[in-house]
């Protein structure tokens, strides 16, 4: 079982454990998300908007030089090439839309590194819809151009002043943002995370990414899926796009690639799937990286899109299963991956979207094996970052 069950599992994963204050608002979305995502005027709306303004679809490009180093045949799938210059855009587009179903009028959300701060910013604007972004307070420092990004697109930005005051602490302040503004609010979770009906919803925005893909392989190749798809996992969202149609396909290998930071046993890194055991966290039973207590271990990844203590519960249980591999690499891995591809095929990639890529090494790949390597994003953000580690 690779879909979801009604309750909102995958296996054991998944659930949605609530505050009683915000029964109300998740039941409702529970009811009405699949029935509006499936209504052609919603469909209609969606699609022309991920074409005009996001720019889809996005090109499956084939990487000639990378192909020829790593002796397979490697296609990147193009999202850095997206508005906002990353996938996370397609979850807002189709989360917006939803709350003006709800008849929602105030949006509130989460964000690490900004990015999911100024894609919700982006379609809030396009829709003239108030939009308050909950980032920690160290985030805003280490992130200053993302936040000025929000801050010109019309957002309110509001720290999060409470634990290591980064992304997991940010999502605390916005769920209790919602609790206190059930009636007015909605809240666009930026992954494949926190309370059913989110993981599933946002899994089916980011679906895009592996339907486009079917057609552009069945194009470039003569068959409609891959060997195997290379996907970096924060949360999980762009991997949960790059590999929803091929879930139910055996035939299509799935790579979850995880942040390792500084190795993953060296008590710097966001290696969620091999360090974590069962819990909960923000609304969903996951993998979870805990003491024997139970507290939250703080993550570390150079990535801070990566940077989370979970994982989605669709990744959780697909790894735990074992239809999808998980592959850890480190911030080092990552930062040379990312030199490679600038230097091979003329494409800067985020540094989590590097992280997929550093994957190609660890892999034993066979001569004619068809991957497909989901771009998540471009590097523009991260320059800073990969100019301070240029030739070490
Ligand atoms: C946010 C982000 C990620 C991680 O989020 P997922 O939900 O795991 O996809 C990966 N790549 C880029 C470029 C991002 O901005």
Redesign the pocket.
């Known amino acids: 079982m690779t879909r979801i069950d009604e309750h909102g599992y995958y296996g054991r994963f998944g659930g949605a454990f609530v505050p009683e204050m915000l029964f109300r608002n998740i039941e409702e979305l529970r009811r009405v998300y699949t029935d509006w995502i499936a209504e052609p005027a919603f469909q209609k709306e969606f699609q022309a908007l991920l074409k005009d303004y996001v720019g889809r679809p996005t090109p499956l490009y084939f990487a000639e030089r990378l192909s020829e180093k790593y002796k397979s045949q490697i296609f990147l799938k193009r999202e850095d090439l997206n508005h906002t210059g990353?996938?996370?855009i397609n979850n807002t587009i189709g989360q917006i839309l939803v709350a003006q179903r709800v008849g929602k009028t105030r949006i509130i959300a989460e964000t690490g590194?900004g990015?999911?701060g100024v894609a919700t910013a982006t379609v809030c604007a396009l829709k003239g819809i108030k939009c308050i972004v909950y980032m920690g307070e160290v985030d805003i420092e280490r992130q200053a151009p993302n936040v000025a990004r929000m801050r010109m697109l019309g957002a309110e930005v509001r720290p999060a002043k409470s634990g290591s005051k980064t992304l997991k602490d940010a999502t605390n302040e916005a769920i209790r943002d919602w609790i206190q503004n059930p009636e007015d609010t909605h809240y666009i979770i930026?992954?494949?995370v926190g309370p059913h009906p989110f993981p599933d919803m946002v899994a089916r925005f980011q679906s895009v990414i592996s339907e486009e893909m079917q057609k552009q392989l069945l194009d470039k190749i003569g068959r409609e899926h891959p060997d195997r798809i290379i996907a970096?996992?924060?949360?999980?969202?762009?991997?949960a796009g790059a590999f929803y149609h091929f879930l139910n396909n055996e035939s299509v290998k799935l790579t979850a690639v995880e942040a390792a930071g500084e190795g993953v046993e060296s008590g710097k890194s966001a290696a969620t799937s091999i360090l974590g055991r069962d819990g909960i966290i923000h609304g969903s039973r996951t993998l979870l990286m805990q003491t024997k207590d139970g507290q939250i271990i703080e993550p570390h990844s150079i990535s801070a899109?990566?940077d989370y203590p979970g994982i989605g519960p669709l990744h959780a249980h697909l790894i735990d299963s074992g239809r999808a591999e998980a592959i850890p690499i480190t911030d080092k891995e990552a930062l040379e991956a990312g030199f490679e591809l600038s230097r091979l095929e003329g494409i800067i990639p985020?540094l989590?979207?590097a992280h997929a890529l550093a994957a190609l090494n660890k892999l034993a790949l066979e001569k004619e094996e068809v991957v497909v390597v989901n771009l998540?994003?471009r590097g523009d953000k991260d320059l800073a970052t990969y100019i301070r580690h240029m030739g070490e």
């Open positions: 990353a996938h996370k590194a990015q999911h930026g992954s494949v970096c996992v924060g949360g999980g969202s762009n991997a899109g990566l985020a989590e979207s998540s994003g």
